[in-house]
């Protein structure tokens, strides 16, 4: 099973699935966590920002998630460039695939920012930021939608996403 988290910079795709991952994985061991982040830094940094290198990180992490899975392992994703063809690609190639969309406006998204990326955008000391110069393409048929404008806090969503994902819930033993 693959659970593909997407959103905004600064939706709350680590977030959401580091919660997930807390609820799910002392009932279920072969729960993964693969983080868009991470992965990057795993590979050394090596790809820029840019939309086709964007491609390649999302790829990156597909082809592990496929891996793993094949595996037997559940795998929760968390990654924010969600291009339709490579959307297309997991429904066709992800078992159990279910896909989470993170709703944040763009308004409510550059409130946060934790990581200052819409303001270096802004003050023009950073540029290929996903929704800013480099266009946001919203999933077209998502499994579930959170409206994140205004979370709920990270379990809370967490156990609705749980609750969601066919047969997830039971085998990760979460009581209502």
């Not at 868009?36 to 390649?56: K, M, N, P, W």
């Not at 297309?88 to 695939?97: D, F, G, S, T």
């Not at 920012?113 to 110069?133: E, Q």
């Amino acid at each position: 099973m693959v659970i593909w988290v997407t959103g905004l910079s600064a939706a709350g795709k680590t977030t959401l699935c580091q919660a997930i991952r807390d609820i799910a994985k002392p009932s279920l061991p072969e729960l993964v966590l693969i983080d868009g982040d991470v992965i990057r830094a795993t590979f050394g940094h090596d790809l820029t920002h840019t939309e086709s290198d964007r491609v390649i990180q999302v790829r990156r992490v597909q082809g592990l998630a496929k891996a793993l899975s094949e595996q037997g392992l559940y795998v929760i994703v968390a990654v924010l460039y969600a291009h339709p063809d490579l959307l297309a690609w997991n429904r066709v190639n992800l078992p159990n695939y279910f896909e989470v969309y993170l709703k944040v406006s763009l308004e409510a998204a550059m409130a946060r920012d934790p990581r200052s990326l819409y303001r270096r955008a802004l003050d023009g000391n950073m540029n290929n930021v996903v929704g800013m110069d480099i266009p946001w393409r919203a999933p077209m048929n998502p499994d579930l939608v959170l409206d994140v404008d205004s979370p709920e806090a990270p379990n809370v969503l967490a156990r609705r996403v749980i609750a969601a994902v066919p047969g997830f819930a039971e085998r990760a033993r979460l009581t209502p």
